[in-house]
């Protein structure tokens, strides 16, 4: 059984100003502290760190639609080179918090198909006029993020052979690797002489008058 919503918690946000009025409209602006696992393995919101609410509250026949911006510092590191990338990102969001009693209503007037289709998707219901923001901020905030956040768009990324980041010098290379095919080949190359004959081969071969006499 959930716990009841805490009015104190800064992102539990209250309605009683706009009563049951269809068109009702209230605007809140609000800095909270992000909460914890804000974001994705590369880069998110750290924990704590301030998140800048821009919303609107609208009075509908269901309950308050919730409209609404979220400007939020991010950190993470570049999927290319690794350096720490650190940005301001921006989510949109819109929600429709329910009245309590609006769902036994709208399973009353609505086709059977309807409610099935309804209970497969996640609906948020007011509490005491209240309702929490966190969850749909959260999945707004993780939805906006980049899935490959770079440090900028041309970063050339690390070098293959050594891990060394490219965009510090563009003129960074290494000699060209040996194929190991030829490698017992260039070692038998090195034994060899400019005149393209080994050591043995140089020595003049030798004739019968060559040859020691047996005394």
Known sequence: ???????????VFDTRELGRRPGALKRV??????????????????????????????SVMEGVLVTGTAEVPLEG?????????????????????????????YRRAAPADDVEESEE?????????LFDLEPVLRDAVVLSLPLQPVCREDCPGLCPACGFRLAD??????????????????????????????????KPPRTRGDEPQEK
Do not use: K
């Open 121 to 129: 998707s996640e609906t948020y219901v007011l509490e005491a006029d």
């Open 169 to 202: 010098d563009p003129e960074h290379h290494h000699d060209e690797a040996v194929d190991i095919r030829w490698a017992a080949l260039q070692e038998l190359a090195g034994t060899m002489r400019p005149g393209g004959r080994d050591a043995d081969q140089e």
């Open 77 to 105: 590191e570049c999927v290319r080179c690794l350096e720490p990338v650190s940005r301001t990102g921006e989510a949109d969001f819109q929600e429709l918090f329910s009245y309590p009693d609006a769902e036994s209503r």
């Open 1 to 11: 059984m959930n716990a009841a919503l805490n009015h104190r918690d800064p992102l």
């Open 29 to 58: 602006s609000r800095t909270v502290d992000a909460p914890a696992s804000l974001g994705i393995e590369v880069i998110g919101v750290p924990e704590g760190a301030p998140v800048e609410l821009e919303l609107r509250l609208e």
